[in-house]
T-cell receptor, first 114, second 114 residues
Framework: GGIITQTPKFLIGQEGQKLTLKCQQN?????MYWYRQDSGKGLRLIYY???????QKGDLSEGYDASREKKSSFSLTVTSAQKNEMAVFLC?????????????FGEGSKLTVL | GEQVEQRPPHLSVPEGDSAVIICTYTDSATAYFYWYKQEPGAGLQLLMSVFSNVDRKEEQGLTVLLNKKDKQLSLNLTAAHPGDSAVYFCAVSLHTGGADRLTFGKGTQLIIQP
């Protein structure tokens, strides 16, 4: 079996700060995702990547940058943290051609902006 | 775009009773349907996936019903036990492959009372 590791698990930042979250997977999956989870709002897709160096915008990409440096890693940057950026960010991965909806999720990174 | 409504947002049932969570979607071309479970401090785990040609699927005390006419998807947990306490998300997808652009419901917090 594989695992998705998100770092850091908890991130505290200042308003206006640039903050980066990292995600590593050892499934050898092609596709990776960043979702934002807000209480009572479900999951919203920020960015996804179907292969190394690929980036695709999701529904919530404004205010974020992403980077797929290699197949196993996908990072997300909050370009300027805002007070309402307190949320949990979930990284996920899947094989390229899946019709099972089998996304494998990390445990999440909780962001708090002071 | 696709909209998914999930209800109820909170559900509390005694141990041994059944719990039902319902999702409605808007796009009749939706092909894939999923239920995910999120335990505290963890990512989401896929419980069941259903293709649009299936009306009913049962696995290990879980029953998924798909009513395409009413665009409704439901999850029934029979004889619930405390280990079923978690947040449950439905998700739907139009795509057959490539990056899974899932649209998630907002989640249901399920509490099983011992």
């Amino acid at each position: 079996g594989g695992i998705i590791t998100q770092t850091p698990k908890f991130l505290i930042g200042q308003e206006g700060q640039k903050l980066t979250l990292k995600c590593q997977q050892n499934f050898n999956h092609d596709t990776m995702y960043w979702y934002r989870q807000d209480s009572g709002k479900g999951l919203r897709l920020i960015y996804y990547s179907i292969t190394e160096n690929d980036l695709q915008k999701g529904d919530l990409s404004e205010g974020y940058d992403a980077s797929r440096e290699k197949k196993s890693s996908f990072s997300l940057t909050v370009t300027s943290a805002q007070k309402n950026e307190m949320a949990v960010f979930l990284c996920a991965s899947s094989i390229a051609q899946t019709n099972t909806g089998q996304l494998y999720f990390g445990e999440g990174s909780k962001l708090t902006v002071l | 775009g696709e909209q998914v409504e999930q209800r109820p947002p909170h559900l509390s049932v005694p141990e041994g009773d059944s719990a039902v969570i319902i999702c409605t979607y808007t796009d009749s071309a939706t092909a894939y349907f999923y239920w995910y479970k999120q335990e505290p401090g963890a990512g989401l785990q896929l419980l069941m996936s259903v293709f649009s040609n299936v009306d009913r699927k049962e696995e290990q005390g879980l029953t998924v019903l798909l009513n395409k006419k009413d665009k409704q998807l439901s999850l029934n947990l029979t004889a619930a036990h405390p280990g079923d306490s978690a947040v449950y998300f439905c998700a739907v997808s139009l795509h057959t492959g490539g990056a899974d652009r899932l649209t998630f419901g907002k989640g249901t917090q399920l509490i099983i009372q011992p």
